[in-house]
């Protein structure tokens, strides 16, 4: 079984993406948490009402289409978070750069109270008819302002929810019910595997296998390869084919996007110089100011990459051997600077050429050392070689920024567009909507001269916002009746007035702050009785799937609390709200009078507590309480924390200055505000007490802090280092560090971030006078590769997604009409489907499949053959129902039927069926023979590799074609068809080859299982 929803992107304008893939046993799984510009909390309803019954979530690209509400929906959806969750090892760790950019940069992100309706999650599934749940607990109340927001995830929230996910590597297929996979029960039947989808590093293109199903899920795909970014992995067989994991699926799920639209004539490199012409016309000329607004962690790669190159090789750009002063090359966003780090560590998930790149620069590294040590003598402050470090001298890698200067502050970006150095401007900036980021601002300080140029990277057609009206302008002043591919960096003067929403966040403070926390206190309140509800009542809750396991030792007194009814299911559930509240730091709701019992947790919580009386006490608060904390690991193994490897002075040092930090807060506890982020020392305080090292907390000390900052290397002077703050993350290189304060951000940004705030919107009317033009840089398919591939492909069930509704429409037409002109049969026509979002398709596999068991007596004659993951076997049996055990009723046992729609669902006795031996008379009655049947399919690269290994010589003739021996002819003419032919003297060669074609034949019956011959082979 398979049926598929989209919840957001299908024949919509919004680029959000969102789907919900079912099958067998009732697995659902969803691809992509994605969300668009407008942060518009209403997309989401739909992914809050089926959130209880997901199973596993996958996520393709690090993108605000693809994983933008991520983070939203781990802090505010509950059990959300529990879920498991798998993505590359790209997606992950920038993703999180993503969502940390997202909520610093753009207010509207936190979404506002009022806009949530919570009951469509809370009361699901429906709660025991005893509560009485109040009908107005959702509103806000009077006192409160209407733009109050929720809090938003803090960085350090952000980084939990994305260490959380399990990364894979590409074409590694993984078992839901391996230990890898980290999840058990009814996932243990669905393998997943990830291949490159080009767009974006680490982008994805799932395919999801269960049983007969075979789904292949590609949205956003690119096949081109890029500067840096490898192409979608379709196309790896043999002879440019379709490769076979990905070839022929049950569905294929596919993005419409750009179905009526080609790319630039000339790829890539066309594209290329046509936007380092127009910087060239533009700064270089002119004087002017280059705008080029993408997104923060995905495209901007390609960008970065690209201009970073070009700056080394033209001397007009860089300004270096030459009288100018160059152009200046920024890079802006709030997390470009950790962008910059961690981008090392994933060169391997990069194009071929870029890992070549690295490997060539590292061989020439140890020369250059050797080369610098005999010129220290020299002149240090020589003129700085083509590609070189000016600090180390070295070849600078692929992503080492010797001209692109980064920019992570809005006053950062002011400084330098307002500065009057006379020179042109080339600033690369977060987002491309042009909605929020710092690409909003610095299009606001550009938009009164034409002398500067914005470049749209994608096409905005329809969408809200400044970047659908510059699409709109270019679009009607350039295009006309020609395609835009023809007309990619021609320019358009756009005089026209906007009206400028400006979204601001103000602290509360004084009874609406009081009045915000009760709010906040009594809805969760709420949604811990609810959950406290599910559980006394034996539904099913995603939060409470770990402690699952954890009482699943209780003894049978405990199971007896969950058959309390009434009144007193009704106490006991109040009391546990009130436990969840106090433990979730959330204040005791009002009506609760007595004093709250947390349990044995009071060893870890409890200020000047160590002892508790397990004297009666039940469950989990018969032992002592343990917390399991996550250890890191990446490719190197575990991440070393450095104050494991502290010296014993460096520990009285550092509990000296402890002691003198907790002195001092003390003296400011009284005058504290409430509601406003504490600091990293607070922070520890309350985590570690007094000696600083309870629950082994891995804070950077004040003393290695201090030798780190004298070990710190002088690099390259930013051209805005005066406002940036030079302390690092703790984190080594290339990983993501998981304190809260990030490199580029102050504390002031976080304290705003966590603390309770109120949005307000004003609007304003302003004129926009710049230049525009449009270069793809999408990195998306086109008309082209969409009409060239699907064929190849050629699934049974093709599902249409993630376009619009003309695109849509006319690729769905273009495959019926394919499809219909193909030479297949009736039998294997493909259908199409293109839903709308919210609505299900069924696009099971046409199959009639019947699961029986094994008698013992022909379980143990069977001899298995394994072929590509399938064990293989040829019996001769009678599939007949089992007879009940001794003492059972026929049909005591019921099994439930899915029923159509207009039938009434119901129950029919059934009986298990068994394939067994036949009896001697029958088997003498139907014995038959017939030939051999081989199953399975080869490879003729591995089938060259063995001849080899066997002495032989073989070389590949044509596609498709191996050639042994110079007359032994292996043609593969498609999947599972192999010919072996003689093309004269394979039976008189000399004797130290002997029969070539008999052992070549012998090798390929080798390589696939060869099956008695019979009626019928049977594949589990």
């Known amino acids: 079984m398979f049926h598929f929803t989209p919840l957001l992107g299908a024949q919509s304008d919004s680029p959000a993406s969102q789907s919900l893939l079912e099958l067998d046993n009732g697995i659902k799984i969803l691809i992509d948490v994605g969300w668009d510009s407008t942060f518009d909390v209403k997309m989401l309803a739909e992914l809050e009402r089926h959130t209880p019954t997901i199973d596993l979530i ?7 289409e693809h994983m933008g509400a991520y983070a939203h929906a781990c802090k505010h959806i509950p059990s959300f978070n529990a879920i498991p969750v798998y993505s590359t090892f790209p997606v992950s760790n920038l993703g999180r750069l993503l969502l940390q950019d997202i909520y610093l940069s753009s207010p509207k992100a936190c979404t506002r109270l009022q806009d949530s309706a919570p009951t469509s999650v809370l009361l699901y599934p429906p709660s025991p008819s005893s509560i009485n749940w109040p009908a107005d607990y959702s509103r806000l109340p009077g006192d409160l302002p209407e733009g109050a927001l929720k809090l938003p995830p803090t960085s350090a929230e952000i980084d939990s929810y994305c260490g959380k996910i399990v990364t894979l590597k590409y074409s590694q297929p993984t078992p839901l019910h391996s230990a890898v996979a980290r999840v058990a029960g009814k996932l243990g039947s669905v393998t997943i595997t990830a291949y490159s989808a080009g767009h974006s590093l680490g982008g994805t293109i799932w395919k999801i296998q269960q049983a007969q199903e075979s789904i292949v899920y590609a949205v956003d795909w690119n096949l081109s390869r890029e500067n840096c970014l490898r192409g979608a992995a379709f196309l790896g067989g043999e002879g440019g084919r379709v490769q076979e994991a990905l070839l022929k699926p049950t569905a294929l799920v596919c993005s419409s996007k750009n179905a009526t639209t080609t790319n630039i004539a000339g790829g890539r490199k066309k594209r290329d110089e046509v936007l380092l012409e127009t910087i060239r016309k533009t700064a270089v000329e002119k004087g002017g100011t280059v705008l080029i607004p993408t997104d923060s962690v995905g495209r901007v790669l390609e960008l970065a990459y690209l201009l970073e190159h070009a700056w080394r090789k033209d001397p007009k750009f860089s300004g270096k051997g030459t009288q100018g002063k160059g152009i200046g090359l920024y890079l802006a966003g709030r997390k470009v600077r950790r962008l910059g780090q961690v981008i090392g560590s994933m060169l391997e998930w990069m194009d071929e050429a870029v890992v070549r790149e690295f490997e060539s620069i590292a061989e020439k590294s140890s020369q250059g050392n050797a080369n610098r040590s005999n010129r220290r003598g020299g002149n240090k402050d020589g003129d700085q070689k083509d590609g070189q470090s000016e600090t180390t001298g070295n070849k600078a890698g692929p992503f080492d920024f010797l001209y692109l200067n980064l920019i992570a502050t809005p006053g950062q970006l002011s400084k330098v567009l307002n500065s009057n150095d006379g020179r042109g401007k080339v600033v690369i900036a977060s987002d491309s909507s042009l909605e929020w980021g710092l690409s909003r601002d610095a299009l606001l300080t550009l938009a009164n001269d034409d002398k500067n140029v914005v470049v749209l990277t994608e ?27 023809a007309t990619a960096g021609q320019f358009a003067s756009i005089d026209t007035t906007h009206e400028i929403e400006t979204s601001t966040k103000t602290r509360l403070e004084g009874e609406a702050l009081l009045s915000y926390q009760r709010h906040l206190a009594a809805r969760q309140a709420l949604t811990s009785q609810h959950q406290s509800l599910l559980s006394s009542s034996g539904l099913s809750s995603g939060m409470d799937a770990d402690q699952d396991d954890e009482d699943a030792s209780s003894s049978s007194e405990d199971d007896s609390d969950s058959e309390r009814q009434g009144k007193a299911l009704t ?5 546990k709200l009130s436990q969840a509240t106090v433990l979730m730091g959330g204040v005791v709701p009002a009506g609760v009078t007595e004093k709250v019992d947390i349990g044995v947790n009071v060893l870890l919580r409890g200020e000047g507590v160590y ?6 006490a039940k469950g989990r608060n018969r032992m002592f309480p343990f917390q399991v904390r996550r250890k890191r690991i990446d490719e190197y193994g575990e991440v070393v924390r450095p104050d494991d490897y502290m010296r014993a002075e460096e520990r009285q040092d550092e509990d000296l200055d402890i002691e003198e930090e907790e002195s001092a807060e003390a003296k400011k506890e009284e005058t504290r505000v409430m509601g406003k982020k504490r600091k990293w020392e607070d922070d520890r305080k309350a985590k570690t007490g007094a000696s600083g090292r309870k629950g082994g907390a891995a804070a950077e000390t004040g003393t290695s802090k201090k030798r780190r900052q004298q070990r710190k290397p002088k690099g390259k002077k930013s051209p805005s280092d ?11 290189e290339g990983e993501i560090s998981d304190s809260g304060d990030d490199e580029g951000e102050g504390e002031d940004d976080e304290e705003a971030l966590a603390a309770p705030s109120e949005l307000h919107t004003t609007w304003e009317t302003m004129r926009i006078h710049i230049s525009a033009t449009f270069i793809d840089f999408s990195g998306l398919h086109d008309q082209k590769s969409l009409r ?8 049974k069930k093709l599902i249409l997604i993630g376009g619009k509704r003309e695109e849509t429409k006319y690729l769905a037409e273009f495959y019926r009409e394919k499809a219909a002109l193909s030479s297949r049969g009736a039998s294997s026509r493909t259908d199409v489907f293109s839903p709308q979002a919210g609505i299900k398709v069924n696009a099971s596999v046409d199959t009639n499949a019947w699961m029986v068991a094994l008698g013992n007596t022909i379980s143990r004659g069977m001899k298995w053959q394994n072929v590509r993951g399938l064990s293989v076997v040829h019996v001769i049996g009678r599939v007949a129902p089992t007879e009940p055990a001794d003492g059972e009723e026929p049909g005591q046992k019921k099994q439930k039927l899915l029923t159509s729609e207009g039938e009434s669902s119901g129950t029919i006795e059934s009986k298990k069926l068994v394939l067994d031996t036949l009896p001697p008379a029958l088997a003498a009655a139907t014995r038959s023979f017939t030939q051999p049947i081989h199953v399975g399919d080869i490879r003729l690269a591995d089938l060259r590799r063995v001849m080899q290994d066997e002495g032989h010589t073989a070389e590949f003739k044509g596609e498709g074609t191996l050639l042994v021996d110079g007359f032994v002819v292996v043609r593969k003419t498609g999947v599972g068809s192999v010919a072996v032919e003689d093309g004269g003297g394979g039976f008189t060669v000399p004797q130290a080859k002997g029969r070539t074609f008999v052992q070549v034949r012998r090798k390929v019956y080798e390589g696939l299982a060869v099956v008695a011959g019979g009626m019928k082979a049977v594949g589990v």
């Open 788 to 795: 060239m591939l699907l064929p190849l492909i050629d699934p």
């Open 58 to 64: 996958l996520l393709t690209h690090p993108t605000l």
């Open 611 to 616: 002892d508790y009386d397990v004297r009666g």
């Open 722 to 732: 005066d406002d940036y703050d030079p302390e690092r993350s703790a984190s080594e």
């Open 571 to 575: 106490t006991a559930t109040s009391k």
């Open 459 to 485: 096409r905005t057609e329809g969408r809200p916002g400044l970047a659908g009206r510059l699409w709109q302008g270019w679009k009607e002043a350039v295009i006309k009746h020609e395609e835009d591919s």
